[in-house]
Protein backbone atom coordinates (compact mmCIF):
# COMPACT_ATOMS: atom_id res chain seq x y z
CA UNK A 1 0.00 0.00 0.00
CA UNK A 2 1.63 3.08 -0.72
CA UNK A 3 -0.55 6.26 -0.63
CA UNK A 4 -0.68 9.02 1.65
CA UNK A 5 -2.12 7.66 4.44
CA UNK A 6 1.40 4.93 4.63
CA UNK A 7 3.52 7.72 3.99
CA UNK A 8 2.60 9.42 7.39
CA UNK A 9 2.91 6.24 9.37
CA UNK A 10 6.19 5.71 10.66
CA UNK A 11 8.00 2.81 9.46
CA UNK A 12 8.54 0.72 12.86
CA UNK A 13 6.12 1.30 15.31
CA UNK A 14 5.57 -0.63 18.95
CA UNK A 15 2.03 -0.95 19.29
CA UNK A 16 2.08 -2.89 22.20
CA UNK A 17 5.23 -4.08 24.26
CA UNK A 18 7.46 -6.29 22.44
CA UNK A 19 4.90 -6.03 19.50
CA UNK A 20 6.06 -3.86 16.33
CA UNK A 21 4.42 -2.97 13.40
CA UNK A 22 6.60 -2.70 10.20
CA UNK A 23 4.36 -0.37 8.05
CA UNK A 24 3.92 -1.46 4.28
CA UNK A 25 7.39 -3.69 4.39
CA UNK A 26 6.55 -6.24 2.01
CA UNK A 27 6.12 -6.42 -1.75
CA UNK A 28 2.65 -8.17 -1.59
CA UNK A 29 2.57 -8.53 -5.49
CA UNK A 30 5.64 -11.08 -5.53
CA UNK A 31 4.03 -12.22 -2.39
CA UNK A 32 0.74 -13.15 -3.94
CA UNK A 33 2.26 -14.97 -6.59
CA UNK A 34 4.61 -17.40 -3.87
CA UNK A 35 1.26 -17.63 -2.24
CA UNK A 36 -0.40 -19.13 -5.83
CA UNK A 37 2.09 -21.65 -6.16
CA UNK A 38 2.19 -22.87 -2.73
CA UNK A 39 -1.80 -23.10 -3.23
CA UNK A 40 -1.69 -24.90 -6.04
CA UNK A 41 -0.04 -27.68 -4.29
CA UNK A 42 -1.73 -27.16 -1.05
CA UNK A 43 -4.98 -25.43 -1.45
CA UNK A 44 -6.90 -23.76 1.39
CA UNK A 45 -9.24 -25.91 3.34
CA UNK A 46 -11.47 -25.78 6.27
CA UNK A 47 -9.94 -28.07 9.49
CA UNK A 48 -12.40 -29.74 11.94
CA UNK A 49 -11.85 -28.25 15.34
CA UNK A 50 -11.64 -30.33 18.48
CA UNK A 51 -15.15 -29.24 19.65
CA UNK A 52 -16.25 -30.48 15.72
CA UNK A 53 -17.04 -27.37 14.10
CA UNK A 54 -14.71 -26.24 11.24
CA UNK A 55 -12.47 -23.35 11.44
CA UNK A 56 -14.17 -20.16 9.95
CA UNK A 57 -10.97 -19.70 8.03
CA UNK A 58 -9.76 -21.58 5.31
CA UNK A 59 -5.78 -22.17 5.57
CA UNK A 60 -2.78 -23.90 4.72
CA UNK A 61 0.50 -23.86 4.98
CA UNK A 62 4.53 -24.25 3.60
CA UNK A 63 7.62 -25.33 5.26
CA UNK A 64 8.97 -28.10 6.91
CA UNK A 65 6.15 -28.10 9.73
CA UNK A 66 2.65 -26.93 9.03
CA UNK A 67 -0.46 -26.34 11.33
CA UNK A 68 -3.23 -28.49 11.37
CA UNK A 69 -6.58 -28.53 13.60
CA UNK A 70 -8.80 -31.66 13.93
CA UNK A 71 -11.06 -33.71 16.46
CA UNK A 72 -7.73 -34.73 18.46
CA UNK A 73 -6.54 -30.99 18.91
CA UNK A 74 -4.07 -28.40 17.25
CA UNK A 75 -0.41 -28.81 16.55
CA UNK A 76 2.46 -29.33 13.72
CA UNK A 77 2.55 -32.17 11.05
CA UNK A 78 5.90 -32.55 8.59
CA UNK A 79 3.09 -33.68 6.14
CA UNK A 80 -0.67 -32.40 4.37
CA UNK A 81 -3.07 -34.75 5.56
CA UNK A 82 -4.88 -34.60 2.34
CA UNK A 83 -1.99 -36.20 0.43
CA UNK A 84 0.10 -37.38 2.82
CA UNK A 85 3.06 -36.12 1.52
CA UNK A 86 5.22 -32.61 2.98
CA UNK A 87 4.23 -29.57 2.65
CA UNK A 88 4.90 -26.71 -0.05
CA UNK A 89 8.44 -25.88 0.93
CA UNK A 90 9.00 -22.68 1.83
CA UNK A 91 9.41 -20.14 -1.11
CA UNK A 92 12.88 -18.48 -0.37
CA UNK A 93 11.15 -14.79 -0.53
CA UNK A 94 8.63 -15.56 2.39
CA UNK A 95 11.53 -16.76 4.46
CA UNK A 96 14.08 -13.94 3.52
CA UNK A 97 11.00 -11.77 4.17
CA UNK A 98 10.02 -12.57 8.05
CA UNK A 99 14.34 -13.60 8.92
CA UNK A 100 14.39 -9.72 7.93
CA UNK A 101 11.55 -8.23 9.82
CA UNK A 102 12.58 -10.24 13.08
CA UNK A 103 16.05 -9.16 13.32
CA UNK A 104 14.99 -5.37 12.02
CA UNK A 105 12.84 -5.87 15.72
CA UNK A 106 15.83 -7.44 17.77
CA UNK A 107 15.49 -10.93 17.14
CA UNK A 108 18.51 -11.71 14.89
CA UNK A 109 18.89 -15.63 13.41
CA UNK A 110 15.03 -16.18 13.42
CA UNK A 111 14.52 -19.26 10.12
CA UNK A 112 10.62 -19.86 10.44
CA UNK A 113 10.06 -23.61 9.96
CA UNK A 114 6.63 -23.08 9.41
CA UNK A 115 4.23 -20.53 7.65
CA UNK A 116 0.50 -20.95 8.13
CA UNK A 117 -1.49 -19.12 5.48
CA UNK A 118 -4.85 -18.44 6.62
CA UNK A 119 -7.43 -16.69 3.54
CA UNK A 120 -10.09 -14.42 4.94
CA UNK A 121 -13.02 -13.73 2.60
CA UNK A 122 -14.95 -10.62 3.26
CA UNK A 123 -17.45 -10.89 6.89
CA UNK A 124 -15.35 -13.73 8.36
CA UNK A 125 -13.25 -13.09 11.63
CA UNK A 126 -10.84 -15.00 13.77
CA UNK A 127 -11.78 -15.57 17.54
CA UNK A 128 -9.65 -14.50 20.11
CA UNK A 129 -6.86 -17.19 20.78
CA UNK A 130 -2.75 -17.89 21.97
CA UNK A 131 -0.53 -18.65 19.24
CA UNK A 132 1.27 -22.11 21.63
CA UNK A 133 1.88 -24.80 19.47
CA UNK A 134 5.66 -24.08 19.09
CA UNK A 135 7.90 -25.66 21.10
CA UNK A 136 10.51 -22.77 22.13
CA UNK A 137 8.61 -19.42 22.99
CA UNK A 138 11.66 -17.63 22.42
CA UNK A 139 11.65 -16.86 19.14
CA UNK A 140 8.59 -14.56 17.55
CA UNK A 141 6.16 -14.27 15.28
CA UNK A 142 6.15 -13.06 12.32
CA UNK A 143 2.63 -12.00 10.42
CA UNK A 144 1.98 -10.41 6.83
CA UNK A 145 -0.82 -9.06 5.70
CA UNK A 146 -1.90 -9.16 1.89
CA UNK A 147 -4.68 -8.07 0.31
CA UNK A 148 -8.21 -6.35 2.55
CA UNK A 149 -7.34 -3.97 5.79
CA UNK A 150 -8.22 -6.24 9.42
CA UNK A 151 -8.41 -4.82 12.65
CA UNK A 152 -5.95 -6.74 14.54
CA UNK A 153 -7.03 -7.12 18.13
CA UNK A 154 -4.78 -6.98 21.22
CA UNK A 155 -6.49 -8.55 24.34
CA UNK A 156 -3.38 -9.22 26.47
CA UNK A 157 -2.96 -12.00 28.89
CA UNK A 158 -6.80 -12.99 28.81
CA UNK A 159 -9.07 -13.63 26.53
CA UNK A 160 -11.27 -11.28 28.04
CA UNK A 161 -11.93 -7.68 28.37
CA UNK A 162 -11.53 -4.63 25.90
CA UNK A 163 -8.75 -5.32 23.18
CA UNK A 164 -6.07 -2.98 22.38
CA UNK A 165 -7.27 -2.74 18.41
CA UNK A 166 -4.49 -1.74 15.52
CA UNK A 167 -5.45 -1.58 11.59
CA UNK A 168 -3.16 -3.45 9.44
CA UNK A 169 -2.67 -2.73 5.66
CA UNK A 170 -1.37 -4.91 2.53
CA UNK A 171 2.33 -4.92 3.40
CA UNK A 172 2.06 -4.66 6.88
CA UNK A 173 4.44 -6.92 8.95
CA UNK A 174 3.58 -7.61 13.24
CA UNK A 175 6.35 -9.18 15.33
CA UNK A 176 5.58 -10.19 18.37
CA UNK A 177 7.81 -11.92 20.82
CA UNK A 178 9.04 -11.68 24.08
CA UNK A 179 6.80 -10.54 26.99
CA UNK A 180 4.07 -10.67 24.41
CA UNK A 181 4.61 -13.77 23.00
CA UNK A 182 1.62 -15.38 24.44
CA UNK A 183 -0.92 -12.60 24.20
CA UNK A 184 -4.65 -13.41 23.02
CA UNK A 185 -5.39 -12.20 19.99
CA UNK A 186 -8.05 -12.35 16.86
CA UNK A 187 -8.96 -10.55 13.78
CA UNK A 188 -12.00 -8.51 13.64
CA UNK A 189 -15.14 -8.94 10.90
CA UNK A 190 -13.08 -8.19 7.63
CA UNK A 191 -14.92 -5.39 5.55
CA UNK A 192 -14.92 -4.08 2.12
CA UNK A 193 -12.29 -1.72 1.95
CA UNK A 194 -14.06 1.47 -0.43
CA UNK A 195 -10.88 3.07 -1.82
CA UNK A 196 -10.11 -1.01 -3.34
CA UNK A 197 -13.72 -2.12 -4.25
CA UNK A 198 -12.52 -4.56 -5.91
CA UNK A 199 -10.53 -6.16 -3.59
CA UNK A 200 -12.19 -9.17 -2.18
CA UNK A 201 -9.91 -11.33 0.20
CA UNK A 202 -7.28 -10.66 2.98
CA UNK A 203 -4.62 -13.47 2.81
CA UNK A 204 -2.03 -13.35 5.82
CA UNK A 205 0.82 -14.74 6.39
CA UNK A 206 2.26 -16.13 10.11
CA UNK A 207 5.21 -17.75 10.29
CA UNK A 208 7.11 -19.46 13.13
CA UNK A 209 9.76 -21.62 14.42
CA UNK A 210 7.37 -24.72 15.68
CA UNK A 211 10.27 -27.22 15.81
O1 LIG B 1 -4.57 -12.79 10.43
C1 LIG B 1 -3.87 -12.32 11.32
O2 LIG B 1 -3.48 -11.15 11.29
C2 LIG B 1 -3.49 -13.15 12.52
C3 LIG B 1 -3.53 -14.63 12.27
C4 LIG B 1 -3.32 -15.42 13.50
O3 LIG B 1 -3.39 -14.94 14.59
C5 LIG B 1 -3.01 -16.86 13.40
O4 LIG B 1 -3.01 -17.40 12.28
O5 LIG B 1 -2.72 -17.48 14.43
FE1 LIG C 1 -2.61 -16.28 16.05
Known sequence: MSDLFSQLRSP????????????????????REAVSSVIRKAPFRKMMTPIGHYT????????????????????YLSKD???????????EIFSTLASSAAEQVGYPGFKPDACLINC?????????????NEKDFSWPIVSVSIGLPAVFQIFGKKREGKPFNYQLH??????????????????????????????QQRINLTFRKAG
Open 12 to 31: QEEIYPEVFVLADFADTGSL
Open 56 to 75: GIPLTNCGKFGWVSDIHGYR
Open 81 to 91: PQTNGPWPAMP
Open 120 to 132: YELGTKLNAHQDK
Open 170 to 199: DGDVMVWGGKSRLIYHGVKTIKPDNQNPSL
